[in-house]
Every structure is written in structure tokens, then in C-alpha cells.
């Protein structure tokens, strides 16, 4: 009647003579019985995006494949509200969810079930980009990690520049969701088969060595995630049926401070040899996962650095990804087995033939400057271009209680214009400090006496990086944050290092800690030890040892590791570790 009333007009009266003659009517009857003459536009769903193809292949895939596929992720956003609201009323409880939306499909609101360790809570992972966040936020993640308390109620910097939020309530999560929105920021496509977090310099806009400013671009990228360009809505559906989750880093300087060789995507700045129009070389495929650590490949392939030739790669990588990606076993359901798959340089060619890519300018890779570039610091005091001052903190293991968060805030709106940056080192700077105001932060109680943020914490202390570890994370093996920070303090007691020895900690093989990149890493796994009161060796939880790992411009992953099996307490750890930085990296006893 609809399709009849726009065509023809309204020819229904209560007058029961028609408007129109007879024969109109019959031929508009025809047109309402043939099938084929009405289109029904297809819903917009992160499945509408996939070829038949990756249909089938998903359908016989994993189990979180058919998940997708039996209810498209999109919908998570409206059950979140619903389900929170039934909580409330007293309809239900948690446990009455569906468990594959509870578990996986609220992942994509960002909350993400902590069904192993503290069921009932969930952890938010946000979206913090650039690592640039305002004091007003930052004192909202406070106030939205307090009521549940100090030993569950945490805020976490994490090894994307980001912020994971703990303790929360399914409840609780649209009062969350709206605060954030409501302060610019949000946490949707976080969790689950999403592009995670953009990560660019934090040192963007304030950097004497800077050669792009990363922070148009990562905007640009996390607008192509979160937003749908036709309706304006929260979430891209283009992006909602990835096989597998996706990194993507802009690098601004020769630090490679997001740490490009571990993304999908890595834009790395470089000047065109020729005529000096600054640009990226463009690198592809870096992952860490439990069964096998990757370090991105160069196509040879060097853009302008353009938001449009940015976006571009991005789309036209991402669309090869999101179709051609494995959807049978999620261990190489990332973009490196993709580019193996085909061998680089096919890969090249598939990648240039995409239609996202026409008319954009394409070159082969740009050679960086010969001249050797020593890697900056980002804790501690360092003067900027304009004379005024950035101020690194050092949060350790990045864990900040609620008193801690707000701390921070404090001293943003105070001596920062309200601005705080995050570090992938999971630290955090107060940029734009004036100089004649230095002396008066550095005396603030939060950054001395009992407080552990510290701006001068030392060469051990405060390069010492962790991933969330067992007291929250049923995959980790050992406890990380509180041993991380412990053994820190001890081996700063043991011993003196000529320059920053960063330590990293992860409790399984998945290295979100990322030991591979770090000058000693350590991954908790099973060790055994004598016990003398049975004369037998007894497991206990211990770590593997990984040495030298490099992290800019001239990255490398230590693979395989120094050590395995060596136990978890200190006086079985610290000695092992002692010795190490006195053979590698030139320790001696204090």
C-alpha cells in the first residue's frame, strides 16, 4: 500500500469511486503482485558486509564464528541497555544471559565478562586515542571504579595506550557507556573480533624531533571504526565481522614510539628521497599470540602521509582481512598468515588492485636517514620546542588505584591545562607545564612520600611494563602486577644499570606484557623446585626468561627464550636476573 501511495498517490476515500481510472488501479494490483518489483533494503550488520564465500567459511568455522552468525555482534549495543534494565527491575539476574552474549558478543560493547576470576564483573576496555585523555575523564574513570572497591576497582594503562576499567556490573554498564559518550570517548568495538585501540606518538604536537603529527590520523582511523558513515550511528558495521581482532599504529617520529614492527598495520614516517615530501613507509602483519609471535614485513610500500592515503590502506587492508582472513582456526586468524598465504610480493599486488586504493599515490619504500638516532625517554623532565616542559610519571605496572586517578587529574588541571598522555609503556605525562611551575609539581605530595607515581623513579623502577596478570585474567599463568613491582623495587636495591633496563611481564603466552620486545622478559608458566621435607621436586608457578628484545626504529623480538622453568620467588628470580644485567647489559652491585 505503501509502495502503491508514493507511486500513484492516495486513492483510498470513503467515497468508494476511485481517483484514478480503473485500469491504473488493475495495472498498480499487477505491480504489488510481482515479487521482484519491490526491493527490501538489507540491514546493515557486520555480516551484510561478507561475501558468500567468507559466509561459508564462517558457517563451518569456529564456534565464535557461528556466534556471529547466529546473532550479529550490532545488536549487543541495545542488549546491553535491555538487559541492565531487567537486571535493575529484578527480571533477572547475570547468570540468566545467554552465555555466548554475556561472554562473547558483549564484547563488542567493550565489556568484557570476567567469568573465571571475578564472575559477575567485567572489564571495560576503552578507546584512549593517541593515549590523550582530559582530567575530567580521567576522574570519571574513578568515580565509575569506586563503588565496587580497592581490591577489585582498578584503572589500568595498558600496552596500547589505553585504559581498562575494573569491576563493574552488567548494571552498571549503560550509565558507563553513557557517561563516556557524554565526555567525547567510548568503549564500543573493543573486545571482540574488533580494530583495537589507535595508537600514535605521545609526543605528538609537542615533539622537537616530530615528522608527522600522529594525532589527525589516529582520529581519522577510529572515526573508520566507530562510526557508520550513512547513519551516523555508534559502530561501523563495515568492520563488525572481522575473522579475528586488528591492530593499527601511526608512528610521528624516529622512536617508533607505538611500536610499529607488532601491528597489522604500522605507519612508519619517512621523507621521500627525492623531493623531501614527508610520507610513510607502510608495514604489515606484526602479532603476539600464544602460538607463534610475528614481527610486521615491509611491502615496499611507501604513501604521502595524507589522511586519504592513509585511510585508504587501512580500508583496503582491512577488507582483505575481514574476507579472506581464516575463520577455521583463530590461531591464524590474523593478517600475517594472510600475507603468507599469498607471499609478499602477490600480497603487494592484491593490496595495490583494491579499489580503496585507486588514485592514491603509491612508491616504493623511502630509505630513513643513515645518520644513528639514539631513542628519547619519556619519563622524567624534558624541555619542549616552545621552552615549556613535558613530565613523565611513572604509574607502576600502569595500575592506578582510585585516589591515584585522581591524583592525576588534580595535577592535569593544574599544571597542565588539564591534559594528561598515555605511554604503550603504560606510563603517563603532563605536557605544557610551564617552566616557571616545574619546581612546585615536582614537590607535590602525589609524586613523593608514600605515593608510588613517581617522575624520577630510576633506571629499573621505571621501565618495568606488565600485563594484567591472574588476579583479573583467567588465561594468565602467575600473578604479574604485584610480583612486576616487587621485583622491581628489589633488583633497584640489588643493583645500579647504566641506562633504562625495561623488564616486561606476562602470565601466558598470549604476551600482552609483549616480554618478546623487552631487554628481559618474563612469561609465567609452570617451574618446579626441591622441596627438602620430601626430597622431590614440587611445581610451582614459575616464569621463562626472554633477553634482547629492542623496541624503535631498530626493533627486534627475542624469540625464543634465555631461560625456562626458573621459580617464581625472589630467591630463586632476583639472582637469575642480577646476573643477566650484569652480562648484558652492564649492571653492577650496589
Not at 604513501?303 to 585508504?312: D, F, G, K, Y
Not at 612508491?363 to 643513515?370: F, L, M
Request: glycine share 8%.
Amino acid at each position: 500500500w505503501l509502495v502503491w501511495r508514493r507511486r500513484f498517490g492516495t486513492i483510498w476515500r470513503r467515497n468508494p469511486e476511485p481517483r484514478v481510472p480503473a485500469e491504473t488501479v488493475n495495472q498498480v494490483k499487477d505491480l504489488m503482485a510481482a515479487p521482484r518489483s519491490i526491493t527490501v533494503p538489507k540491514k546493515r550488520t557486520g555480516t551484510s558486509y561478507l561475501p558468500e564465500e567468507t559466509l561459508e567459511r564462517a558457517e563451518a568455522g569456529t564456534k565464535f564464528e557461528k556466534i556471529k552468525l547466529a546473532k550479529d555482534t550490532t545488536a549487543a549495543f541495545t542488549d546491553l541497555y535491555e538487559y541492565a534494565a531487567k537486571i535493575r527491575a529484578g527480571e533477572m539476574t547475570w547468570q540468566d544471559v545467554e552465555d555466548a552474549d554475556i561472554n562473547t558478543r558483549l564484547k563488542w560493547t567493550g565489556m568484557l565478562h570476567r567469568a573465571k576470576k571475578n564472575p559477575g564483573t567485567f572489564m571495560i576496555r576503552l578507546r584512549v586515542i593517541n593515549g590523550i585523555v582530559s582530567s575530567e575523564q580521567m576522574r570519571f574513570y574513578a568515580k565509575t571504579v569506586e563503588p565496587y572497591g580497592p581490591e577489585v576497582g582498578v584503572v589500568d594503562i595498558t600496552t596500547r595506550q589505553n585504559i581498562q576499567l575494573r569491576g563493574l556490573t552488567l548494571e552498571d554498564g549503560p550509565a558507563m557507556l553513557d557517561g563516556l559518550h557524554a565526555l567525547n570517548q567510548t568503549c564500543i568495538m573493543t573486545g571482540f573480533d574488533n580494530i583495537r585501540n589507535m595508537v600514535g606518538n605521545p609526543l605528538a604536537g609537542i615533539d622537537e624531533n616530530e615528522m608527522v603529527d600522529t594525532r589527525p590520523f589516529t582520529n581519522m582511523l577510529n572515526d573508520l571504526v566507530t562510526l557508520d558513515e550513512e547513519t551516523g550511528e555508534r559502530g561501523n558495521p563495515v568492520y563488525c565481522n572481522l575473522p579475528r581482532k586488528f591492530n593499527i599504529c601511526v608512528s610521528g617520529n624516529r622512536d617508533d614510539y607505538a611500536h610499529t614492527h607488532i601491528n597489522d598495520i604500522g605507519f612508519q614516517p619517512c621523507a621521500h628521497a627525492t623531493t623531501g615530501e614527508m610520507g610513510f613507509n607502510v608495514v604489515f602483519g606484526g602479532y603476539m599470540s600464544i602460538k607463534r609471535v610475528a614481527e610486521s614485513v615491509s611491502l615496499d610500500l611507501w604513501i604521502p602521509a595524507t589522511l586519504e592515503a592513509a585511510r585508504a590502506v587501512a580500508v583496503a587492508t582491512l577488507r582483505i582481512f575481514r574476507d579472506e582472513g581464516d575463520r577455521k582456526d583463530r590461531q591464524k586468524a590474523r593478517l600475517m598468515w594472510v600475507i603468507e598465504k599469498y607471499g609478499v610480493v602477490a600480497f603487494r599486488k592484491k593490496l595495490l588492485e583494491e579499489p580503496a586504493l585507486a588514485g592514491v599515490r603509491v612508491e616504493a619504500e623511502q630509505r630513513q636517514d643513515s645518520a644513528t638516532y639514539t631513542r628519547r625517554e619519556l619519563v622524567g623532565v624534558h624541555t619542549q620546542p616552545d621552552g615549556r616542559m613535558r613530565v613523565g610519571i611513572n604509574v607502576p605496572t600502569g595500575r592506578l588505584s582510585v585516589a591515584e586517578a585522581r591524583s592525576i587529574a588534580d595535577l592535569a588541571d593544574k599544571y597542565s591545562a588539564g591534559e594528561i598522555r598515555l605511554t604503550v609503556e603504560q606510563n603517563a605525562m603532563l605536557p605544557n607545564v610551564e617552566a616557571a611551575e616545574l619546581a612546585a609539581l615536582l614537590a607535590e605530595p602525589a609524586l613523593n612520600g608514600a605515593s608510588r607515581l613517581r617522575v624520577e623513579p630510576g633506571n629499573i623502577v621505571g621501565y618495568t611494563v606488565s600485563c594484567t596478570g591472574s588476579q583479573f585474567c583467567g588465561l594468565a599463568m602467575v600473578e604479574t602486577k604485584q610480583n612486576a613491582e616487587r621485583i622491581a623495587e628489589r633488583l633497584d636495591e640489588l643493583i645500579s644499570v647504566p641506562k633504562p633496563l625495561r623488564i616486561h611481564w606476562t602470565g601466558c603466552p598470549n604476551s600482552c606484557g609483549q616480554v618478546q620486545c623487552a631487554d628481559i622478559g618474563l612469561m609465567g608458566g609452570p617451574a618446579k623446585k626441591f622441596n627438602p621435607e620430601t626430597g622431590k621436586n614440587m611445581a610451582v608457578p614459575g616464569v621463562s626468561i626472554f633477553v634482547g628484545g629492542r623496541i624503535g626504529e631498530d626493533a627486534y623480538l627475542s624469540l625464543d627464550p634465555y631461560k625456562k622453568g626458573v621459580p617464581l620467588e625472589d630467591e630463586d628470580l632476583l639472582p637469575e636476573l642480577v646476573a643477566i644485567a650484569k652480562e648484558h647489559f652492564g649492571a653492577t652491585d650496589k
